[in-house]
């Protein structure tokens, strides 16, 4: 059996963890507070950072980093207001 040295470890790790930089709003929803369906209604709103993969009715991935940041900030995005005719 061959051990691995801490280089071959570390470029092992950071290889893993550049793999999930991008996530789908119900991989979102598993490690944050947030449902799926707020995150979703936050992508199409512009409310938070993504992108679209595959064309305009393509899967919609939000950066991890978004939701950090989110997360860190203890805050929700603003409500929008909605134009509505009375």
């Excluded at 944050?32 to 938070?48: D, K």
């Amino acid at each position: 059996m061959q051990m691995q040295n801490s280089n071959e470890v570390k470029a092992e790790s950071n290889a893993v963890s550049n793999l999930k930089q991008y996530v789908s709003p119900a991989e979102g929803a598993k490690i944050s507070p947030f449902s799926r369906g707020q995150l979703r209604s936050w992508v199409y709103r512009g409310v938070i950072a993504h992108v679209k993969v595959g064309g305009p009715k393509g899967r919609v991935l939000i950066p991890v980093s978004e939701i950090e940041r989110i997360l860190a900030e203890g805050t929700r995005p603003a409500r929008t207001e909605s134009t509505t005719a009375a």
